[in-house]
T-cell receptor, first 112, second 110 residues
């Protein structure tokens, strides 16, 4: 089955700790995106990548980092600099930029 | 200036009625527009995509786009309780960013 896999489903972060959220796709899509969703809110763009080894900051990139070493993978690290990390994180991909997005099932990150 | 304006609702309609959801956007360069449905605690799923002015119908759903007015809407005919969810408008914007509205919560009453 083709799709986007996010892991883990739930993640807890201790103060001062960096955590990494995994996102893998086997759709052969070029573009990948990370969004953050707070309760009752829309999706805010953290980072996006159009091709391997290249990525751009979204609207709320501070406190986050990404890498795109492989076409299939776009992991997101939530660093200790992100003081309010509790949110639902969604990874998405599209065949090319500005085309319809397909989403993974999301990761709920909470602070201990 | 916000990139998009979307009524957060909640919008309540009786079962069988037409639900009308609206969205205005600010980026005149946008060429692709989408509607997503999101159930609580789940990821968004694509309902409709529309690229040119006018109407596009798919089953009970009709998307309407007016680029001159920077307006996109979604009509849901014969609304069912299972349609109760949050509906997000989205579009491909400048610099290859992909934006989402804040969502409209729809409640279909049996």
């Amino acid at each position: 089955d083709g799709g986007i896999t996010q892991s883990p489903k739930y993640l807890f972060r201790k103060e001062g700790q960096n955590v990494t959220l995994s996102c893998e796709q086997n759709l052969n899509h070029d573009a990948m995106y990370w969004y953050r969703q707070d309760p009752g809110q829309g999706l805010r763009l953290i980072y996006y990548s159009q091709i391997v080894n290249d990525f751009q900051k979204g609207d709320i990139a501070e406190g986050y980092s990404v890498s795109r070493e492989k076409k299939e993978s776009f992991p997101l690290t939530v660093t200790s600099a992100q003081k309010n990390p509790t949110a639902f994180y969604l990874c998405a991909s599209s065949i090319q930029a500005n085309e319809k997005l397909f989403f993974g099932s999301g990761t709920q990150l909470s602070v201990l | 200036q916000k990139e998009v304006e979307q009524n957060s609702g909640p919008l309540s309609v009786p079962e069988g009625a037409i639900a009308s959801l609206n969205c205005t956007y600010s980026d005149r360069g946008s060429q692709s527009f989408f509607w997503y449905r999101q159930y609580s605690g789940k990821s968004p799923e694509l309902i409709m995509s529309i690229y040119s002015n006018g109407d596009k119908e798919d089953g009970r759903f009709t998307a309407q786009l007016n680029k001159a007015s920077q307006y996109v809407s979604l009509l849901i005919r014969d609304s069912q309780p299972s349609d109760s969810a949050t509906y997000l408008c989205a579009w491909g914007g400048s610099f290859n960013k992909f934006y989402f509205g804040s969502g409209t919560k729809l409640n279909v009453k049996p």
